[in-house]
């Protein structure tokens, strides 16, 4: 990983003390789990999941030598294609299926960058996929690599595209600016303004309405988390001393991401100009939040001292183990719910196979189909059975790590891992 390389988020959570109504089932439901596998090595994860119990991700292809985009539909994983690199990886896709990510070419970054962080110092551009095929290789500000973070169901995709001008803020192999963008459903690009002049920015996700959350800064310093409205950027701020790191906006406008300081990270929620720290399941140090639905419902993960990780569903202020809410004798000890949660309650992520010792993606589908209601009681605490903890190996937490920091890879932006 070059040196604006941001890993530093491997894992994100939430609180959500909303002012606006959530009707929600009165308790959380039992899930049914799904594994998805993987495209033949030992790691996958999701990215997200629609509607359709589609799902998008990356996995490591046989012996680990490599990493690929994916599409997942009613139990087939299919392999997206790299624009002839070894890598790709696939971030969230829409209702149409379309999946947003980058794909590696040959040919070696001209400035010696590593642009998508995979350590081979190749050209990495954004693009969508569709039907098993790379449909759009969106442009960039004149420079050589851009990201493609995230496409909403108007085809606007969100991430980041590097200029051509030098950036004395960073240390080879960085070189240039990279700056946040939306492309249309078009393809064409459109440079958003960044907060305080700062040089460098990404944009993280956009929803429906074209409303957008993502960071600005540069290589090392002055890091803020962002809110465009119409294109004008909004300063989240800071919560209790920490700064704000969002990547995910629902239709509401709800945001959330991690607060954090060299020290640690925490959830937070910011809506209507506050943002609220959002804590952690019982006896954890640590949280992360990975995605709001419409409904308020929120997923993500939470950590131990030891870092061992579990996946919770959160929703009417109550957080909740998600693998006491699964079968006892279930394949997969669920980890962290990376690929969000859609309206129908469905929820994709990452879990631990203890029989091999390898990390998959997993789709987790309410057995109810409640209707959710105004009249709804809360959740109760606890509810679900007492779930064990697991001891993740060492060599499964490095994985982890490692895989996961794509999700949040930017160049520059450099921010000490909590």
């Given at each position: ?21 959530i009707y ?72 149409r299926?379309e ?5 590696e070419t ?13 350590g081979?110092?190749l ?7 569709q ?19 995230e ?9 980041f595209?590097?200029n051509?001008t030098?950036?004395p ?5 960085s ?9 249309d459903n ?11 002049g700062d040089?460098d ?11 957008a ?8 310093t ?6 465009w409205?119409?294109?004008t ?6 919560v ?28 937070f929620?910011?809506q ?18 990975d995605g ?13 001292r ?24 279930s394949?997969?000890f ?11 309650g469905?929820?994709?992520?990452i ?9 998959h ?18 959740v109760v ?14 060599n499964?937490r490095?994985a982890?790590r490692?895989?996961l ?14």
């Amino acid at each position: 990983m070059q040196s604006r390389t941001l890993t530093c988020i491997t894992a994100m959570t939430l609180f959500a003390a909303l002012a606006m109504p959530i009707y929600l089932a009165a308790q959380p439901p039992q899930y049914t789990v799904i594994d998805l596998g993987t495209l033949g090595g030992t790691f996958s994860f999701a990215g997200v999941v629609n509607n359709h119990a589609w799902v998008s991700g990356s996995s490591t292809l046989p012996d680990d030598t490599a990493v690929h985009a994916f599409f997942w539909k009613s139990g087939t994983m299919s392999n997206l294609p790299t624009l002839g690199g070894p890598n790709s990886a696939g971030f969230p896709l829409n209702e149409r299926g379309e999946v947003s990510g980058v794909a590696e070419t040959s040919t070696k970054d001209p400035l010696g960058e590593d642009p998508c962080g995979f350590g081979t110092f190749l050209i990495c551009l954004p693009v969508t996929w569709q039907d098993g095929v790379i449909t759009n290789i969106l442009p960039t500000l004149g420079g050589a690599n851009g990201f493609a973070r995230e496409i909403n169901n108007r085809g606007e995709v969100a991430g980041f595209a590097e200029n051509t001008t030098h950036d004395p803020t960073c240390t080879p192999p960085s070189v240039v600016q990279f700056k946040p963008v939306l492309w249309d459903n078009g393809g064409q690009i459109h440079e958003l303004p960044t907060v305080g002049g700062d040089p460098d920015g990404i944009v993280f996700a956009v929803n429906d309405k074209g409303q957008a959350v993502g960071q600005t800064g540069n290589c090392f310093t002055s890091l803020h988390g962002v809110f465009w409205q119409q294109g004008t950027p909004t300063d989240l701020g800071s919560v209790e001393g920490l700064q704000l790191f969002p990547v995910y906006i629902n239709n509401q406008a709800q945001v959330v991401g991690t607060a954090f300081s060299p020290a640690t990270f925490i959830a937070f929620l910011w809506q209507r100009g506050v943002a609220t720290i959002l804590g952690t399941l019982p006896g954890d140090v640590a949280s992360t939040a990975d995605g709001i639905n419409n409904k308020g419902q929120v997923v993500g993960g939470s950590f131990d001292r030891n870092g061992n990780e579990r996946a919770f569903i959160w929703q009417n202020g109550v957080m909740t183990d998600l693998n006491s809410l699964v079968p006892a004798d279930s394949s997969l000890f669920l980890l962290e719910a990376t690929g969000k949660i859609n309206s129908r309650g469905e929820i994709a992520g990452i879990g631990f196979q203890s029989s091999t010792g390898e990390v998959h993606a997993f789709l987790a589908t309410p057995n109810n189909d409640e209707v959710a209601s105004q009249n709804a009681t809360p959740v109760v605490a606890g509810a679900g059975r007492q779930s064990p903890r697991v001891a993740l190996p060492e060599n499964v937490r490095k994985a982890l790590r490692q895989q996961l920091g794509h999700r949040y890879h930017i160049p520059g932006l450099g921010m000490g891992t909590p």
